[in-house]
């Protein structure tokens, strides 16, 4: 895997991003929780070049870079920034939940930037009668009960395990709540920011993947953002609850590569 | 020193399963099943009742405070009280210490300023303009704030707020969460160059920081008494040494919940139901609420996720005599509890300006002004006179206020000279 440091935003916001494989560019947006390198990634980089930057605030050594960023108009143009230093040809943009609402207005704002776009689970809509959890209200234990559909799977583990070290097991649960904090910059307290006046700018062919069992960000949601992207097609996943690329990343990674694979789309 | 009736306003008549049947007793408990308007409204005047109380028996000041959506304590504008407390105390030396309306939820924050100083113009200049940060569960979650905006906000507005009071020039202000092309506060306090400021804290090492460079007074609202507060107060004392600032006391204010009867047993016998109540069912919330991911920085996050000393205890678990013995409640006879608090508060955490809950969760209104009148008549006039020794002037009172001997009631004044 290879690790590089891309400064965006004058410098000010320094974004790591971890890649690996070769072939046609795919980058990777992550959730609220920050990124880790997971199964899911190693499948995807076997046919493509994967990109996968951490949020602002998120990196290491890096976490005041967030403050840089007074919304979300900021945080877009700082990834356009992004994907203009990774290469200026359109891209395969893979999001989930938080990280999908941001490829989806990505998307909206740069539409020559992205040649598929695969949201996994993503934010971006409101609806009273299925309110989203906010989890940055949850402790550890329920969001775990939240997050998976199955809590004791060993993705769920990865995330929220005891670890014997205890100075890793602190410096685990920072990272994962200075990552809620630092995504949850751009949602609180609702994380509706406008995405409908916009998403009609998403040129680009578009498959939504969810976890049927996602208790955060229930289902119904998909219909918000098919109904609203032109040939949008909706992949539910069995037995897999908001982050069904951890739950069932050979599945998951085989729809998101032979959508983002195939011929088209410029 | 300088001693202040506090008061929250707090639900008196929960239900007696309230802290089961509820998740919280801040943000989300249901007003239908649990209040009544006109009920409530009993309970504002007897707030305002017992504070005119107090400013008669002779405390140097009254106190409210602001939080939202939330029984232990709802008064959404201290504002409206302390209108009505400054206009019923003209003709005193009461101090209105509003503690206070909370900037980052104000919008525009000179609501604030121009509010300030309508109290301090209807006071006649006692006005004490407390400017907190304000709690998570009140700004992030009822009022929406964004929390790592919070602190940004409450900095940006805390600077505006002095500004707008001083400027001699109408200004504008181009910052990252206000923007006003034309500042040009009416009215502007009676004091000059503005009103005392104390900036109220739970102990962020942050806050000491900010209040020492700001020079105002910084006050510990705390539940869990002076012993529990013994460590954090002496890490504000340190900051204050060295930032070079002179160790006057009355830089440093302090909540403490008192309860005085005729004897300790007494005040057990009167006084332990209110407290459970308080511990147990006004401060039923569950943690999460108090630390929303991003209100803290990140140095204080690593801060706190290493330390494992500051652990808040269980409450729930514990009952009255537990309250009184760790300090929690200073609770007893006049002789107990001016004790107590000279020693462990006012020497023990270095305080000049004392505020005193003295009306404590169920407490009823009788009761109430009870308290009030024994703490007023045989703890109060032991304590005023402490640190006139030292000659420390109180900068953060009103400084038309800082010399009056209040009056004492007429029964003070006759057990004060016995």
């Known amino acids: ?266 | 020193m300088k001693i202040s009736a506090f008061h929250l306003m707090p639900h008196r008549e929960l239900p007696d399963d309230f802290e089961k049947r509820y998740e919280s007793v801040w943000v989300t408990p249901p007003w239908w099943e649990l209040a009544d308007a006109r009920r409530v409204g009993q309970y504002y005047n007897w707030t305002l009742d017992e504070l005119l109380y107090a400013a008669r028996a002779g405390f140097d000041g009254v106190c409210t405070n602001e939080h939202h959506q939330n029984a232990y304590g709802f008064m959404p504008s201290p504002n409206l009280m302390g209108s009505v407390l400054a206009k019923a105390t003209n003709g005193t030396d009461v101090a209105i210490v509003q503690m206070g309306a909370t900037l980052p939820t104000s919008n525009p924050p000179i609501r604030v300023a121009e509010e300030y100083a309508m109290l301090d113009c209807i006071s006649g200049g006692r006005l004490v303009a407390g400017l907190p940060l304000g709690s998570p569960m009140d700004v992030n979650f009822c009022y929406g704030i964004t929390p790592m905006e919070h602190r940004e906000r409450y900095r940006e507005a805390f600077a505006l707020t002095l500004k707008a009071w001083q400027a001699r020039e109408i200004f504008s202000w181009n910052g990252r969460y206000y923007q006003l092309a034309n500042v040009n506060l009416w009215p502007r306090p009676i004091q000059q160059p503005h009103p005392p400021v104390w900036v109220p804290g739970s102990g962020s090492i942050s806050t000491f920081d900010f209040a020492v460079d700001n020079d105002v007074c910084y006050c510990f609202l705390s539940y869990s008494g002076a012993k529990a507060a013994h460590t954090m107060m002496q890490g504000y004392w340190q900051v204050v040494t060295d930032k070079g600032r002179d160790p006057n006391p009355y830089r440093a204010g302090f909540l403490q919940l008192v309860a005085v009867a005729e004897s300790d047993t007494h005040a057990e016998e009167k006084y332990a139901r209110h407290v459970e109540y308080f511990y147990h069912k006004c401060l039923h919330w569950p943690l999460e609420l108090g630390a929303p991911p991003g209100n803290q920085d990140y140095r204080s996050l690593l801060a706190s996720a290493r330390s494992n000393v500051r652990r808040a205890e269980d409450t729930k678990k514990l009952r009255y005599r537990d309250f009184v013995e760790k300090g929690y409640v200073i609770a007893g006879s006049p002789a107990t509890v001016r004790d107590r608090i000279r020693e462990e508060v006012v020497k023990g955490l270095r305080v000049g300006n004392l505020m005193v809950l003295l009306q404590i969760g169920s407490m009823p209104h009788e009761l109430t002004l009870e308290n009030m009148a024994l703490f007023s008549r045989e703890v109060l006039p032991h304590l005023r006179p402490l640190w006139d020794d030292e000659g420390w002037i109180n900068h953060w009172w009103p400084e038309r206020l800082r010399n009056a001997q209040r009056p004492l009631a007429q029964a003070a004044v006759a057990a004060a000279g016995a």
């Open chain 1, 1 to 266: 895997m290879n690790e590089q440091t891309v400064s965006v935003w004058q410098g000010r916001v320094r974004m790591r991003v971890l890649s690996k494989g070769d072939g046609p560019p795919l980058v990777f947006l992550h959730g609220p929780w920050g990124l880790t390198w997971d199964p899911f990634l190693d499948h995807l980089a076997e046919r493509f070049t994967v990109y996968a930057p951490e949020h602002p605030g998120t990196a290491p050594d890096a976490p005041d870079d967030v403050y840089h960023l007074d919304g979300l108009w900021d945080l877009v143009l700082c990834y356009d920034e992004l994907l203009e230093a990774l290469g200026a040809e359109p891209v395969g943009l893979v999001g989930h939940s938080f990280g999908g609402m941001v490829a989806c207005e990505l998307a909206a704002a740069a539409p020559r930037r992205v040649r598929r776009l695969v949201l996994i689970d993503p934010i971006g809509f409101w609806r009273d009668g299925d309110p989203i959890t906010n989890w940055m209200t949850l402790d550890a234990g329920r969001l775990r009960d939240m997050l998976f559909h199955d809590p004791g799977s060993e993705p769920a583990r990865r995330m929220f395990g005891v670890v014997e070290d205890p100075e890793a097991a602190i410096a685990a649960r920072v990272r994962r709540t200075w990552a809620m904090g630092a995504t949850g910059k751009f949602i609180w307290p609702i994380p509706d920011k406008g995405l409908k006046k916009r998403i009609h700018r998403v040129k680009a062919p578009t498959l939504i993947v969810w976890g049927k069992e996602d208790r955060l960000v229930p289902l119904v949601y998909a219909d918000e953002f098919s109904r609203r992207i032109a040939g949008a097609r909706v992949q539910s996943v069995e037995t897999a609850g908001h982050a069904p690329h951890l739950e069932q990343p050979e599945k998951v990674a085989r729809m998101v590569a032979d959508f983002v694979g195939a011929a088209g789309g410029g």
